[in-house]
């Protein structure tokens, strides 16, 4: 496995002809979509294989008639969420379980706290469900880490707030959340009656002895848990996903909405998540310690630059969250796509307090995040200090 994870170059994943390698010019350094260049995971692609050999390409079965609800209820077991099979259902993706959550199973009218930085589509999500985002932004130490802040979450709950969103681990900042905080929101949550929505489709690509503590492990009753194979699989375009309810009461009112309203699953998805839980963990083993490689490389390189800490290393995604605040750039963005043909996802996509950061994809071949640094380095050369205009 950890060859073929190796030898994988951009021409092959440019081959695949989505969204990763096809938007921009050829010179284009493109780290801004989430999908790795990495081969697909040997069972995946043989149970994928194997539905198509038989055409599997009507209507999806629905729960029931596959064995999605106990391997999705085994896998997430796993990882540390006791839950009944019977309470797990499919989605085609995550971000219409998020959007689906709001709608029916939230307090109606009421603003939606966001921990922030977080994943972009989290406010599409809110958008489609006419929910208006309290961001609660979280603390940032002084070595680059990040913590909730429970005073914040507490201001958008006193403020109405009767949801709140987590990405858990985070995107972009690639922390892990230790248990003592995720206790914390649980009884913040509890005074004030808030559910939490949690969106743990990265929890599988860690890069740290910190366990994974699902949220509904510490606070079922509240707890509305999204997840899917597509981030740690790499197959976002099978659409197949999971939410699952540790609160019994929910179960109802999203089996009594229809299946249109739940998006369009496809039967390869759902052949392709089950093959990756029951057996997919072999290579995502391989996939972690390549990744974590990778990580080093890219984290050593970039804060080499001569400019200090760019980058802290992820805990978990292989999402860079680097930080451009030293800078004088009011789009930092911009900046390195003219300056340096660097394709990024701007800091201020993920909340207003990523300002000043970008967002880069560490999944990519060793060679591209050479590159990446020289673009960098190349982008960042003359650009002056934040401060030097100060005063
Ligand atoms: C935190 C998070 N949630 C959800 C998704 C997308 O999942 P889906 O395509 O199933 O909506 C991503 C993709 O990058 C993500 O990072």
Not at 279 to 289: D, H, N, S, T
């Amino acid at each position: 496995v950890t060859t073929t994870l190796d030898t994988w170059s951009v021409e092959d994943s440019r081959r695949r002809a989505t969204k990763r390698w096809s938007r921009f010019p050829a010179d284009v350094l493109d780290l801004t979509v989430a999908e790795m260049d990495l081969p697909t995971a040997v069972p995946v692609l043989a149970a994928v294989r194997d539905a198509v050999e038989r055409e599997a390409f009507g209507y999806p079965l629905t729960e029931e008639y596959t064995d999605f609800q106990p391997v999705v209820a085994e896998w997430l077991g796993g990882q540390g969420l006791d839950i009944d099979e019977h309470a797990i259902f499919m989605l085609s993706d995550v971000m219409k379980g998020m959007s689906l959550a709001l709608e029916h199973l939230v307090e109606p009218h009421t603003p939606v706290a966001v921990v922030t930085p977080t994943y972009s589509a989290f406010f599409d999500a809110l958008f489609v469900a006419r929910r208006r985002a309290l961001e609660t932004p979280m603390q940032q130490h002084a070595d680059g880490s990040y913590q909730l802040d429970l005073s914040a979450i507490r201001d958008a709950f006193a403020a109405g707030a009767r949801s709140l969103l987590l990405c858990n681990p985070s995107n972009p900042t690639g922390a892990v959340y230790p248990r003592v905080d995720l206790e914390a929101l649980a009884e913040l949550a509890g005074q004030f009656t808030a559910r939490i929505i949690t969106d743990e489709v990265h929890a599988p690509l860690r890069f740290t002895s910190k366990p994974h503590v699902p949220y509904a492990a510490v606070d079922p009753d509240r707890a509305i848990t999204l997840t899917s194979a597509s981030k740690s699989w790499n197959i976002p375009g099978l659409r197949c996903a999971v939410i699952a309810f540790s609160n019994p009461a929910d179960i109802p009112v999203w089996q009594a909405l229809p299946g249109g309203a739940k998006g369009g699953i496809s039967p390869l998805g759902i052949v392709a998540t089950i093959a990756a839980f029951q057996k997919g963990e072999p290579w995502l083993a391989a996939v972690r310690q390549s990744l974590g490689r990778r990580r080093d490389l890219a984290v050593a390189g970039l804060n080499n630059l001569g400019h200090g800490r760019l980058i802290t290393a992820p805990e978990a995604t292989y999402l860079g969250w680097v930080d451009l605040r030293r800078f004088e750039l009011a789009d930092a963005a911009n900046h390195l796509r003219l300056a340096a043909g660097l394709a990024v996802t701007p800091g201020e996509e993920h909340g207003a307090v990523g300002r000043g950061f970008v967002r880069i994809n560490l999944a990519t071949p060793e060679t591209q995040l050479g590159d990446m640094v020289d673009r960098f380095g190349r982008a960042l050369q003359a650009v002056p200090p934040a401060d030097s205009l100060a005063g």
